[in-house]
T-cell receptor
């Protein structure tokens, strides 16, 4: 079965420190992977995606993600966190077979950046 | 959120009533989707449509219905058969079925 796991419900980081939000996946075939961010009572905003090519993907707002095929991971990173980065982050993988084109989401990780 | 609108932002429903949530996009996207979001559960797919006049059930379609009569519109009806409809509903669209999905601002439905 295709799935995405975000092992941490919450990540706490001090402003200016690097941040990592973890994601692991399980799919058959080559994965298409996505990261989205959600602010309270808002829709999801697309941050970045991995389809193929360079394992380090750069996205919006200074975020990047590293694809690691051997560890089936796609962790989201940022070198220096901002208080305004505090939000809910979702990792997603594109489904295959009967779910072709659909996104399978993780349960989300709440990022809290303190001044 | 730009290009995808959802209305209303907040919706209250009495038990036993059907309600329809609106989703409109002006991005000329072929594919549209409806998700339900509950705290701690991420997003779950309700219905999706990859082309006008065609749609498929997602993982949790029971108690919901949709139509896709126009490319830009994909309304979702929450019927009285949906046992636990209180949730945040998100609409999304993409150029094609394999492309990046972009989300609307959401509708929060509360059953009184």
């Amino acid at each position: 079965a295709q799935s995405v796991a975000q092992p941490e419900d919450q990540v706490n980081v001090a402003e200016g420190n690097p941040l990592t939000v973890k994601c692991t996946y399980s799919v058959s075939g080559n994965p298409y992977l996505f990261w989205y961010v959600q602010y309270p009572n808002r829709g999801l905003q697309f941050l970045l995606k991995y389809i193929t090519g360079d394992n380090l993907v750069k996205g919006s707002y200074g975020f990047e993600a590293e694809f690691n095929k051997s560890q089936t991971s796609f962790h989201l990173k940022k070198p220096s966190a901002l208080v305004s980065d505090s939000a809910l982050y979702f990792c997603a993988v594109r489904g295959f077979g009967g779910s072709q084109g659909n996104l399978i989401f993780g349960k989300g990780t709440k990022l809290s950046v303190k001044p | 959120d730009g290009g995808i609108t959802q209305s209303p932002k907040y919706l209250f429903r009495k038990e036993g009533q059907n309600v329809t949530l609106s989703c409109e996009q002006n991005l000329n996207h072929d594919a549209m989707y409806w998700y339900r979001q509950d705290p701690g559960q991420g997003l779950r797919l309700i219905y999706y449509s990859q082309i006008v006049n065609d749609f498929q059930k997602g993982d949790i379609a029971e108690g919901y219905s949709v139509s896709r009569e126009k490319k830009e519109s994909f309304p979702l009806t929450v019927t009285s058969a949906q046992k636990n409809p209180t949730a945040f509903y998100l609409c999304a669209s993409s150029i094609g079925g394999d492309d990046t999905q972009y989300f609307g601002p959401g509708t929060r439905l509360t059953v009184l």
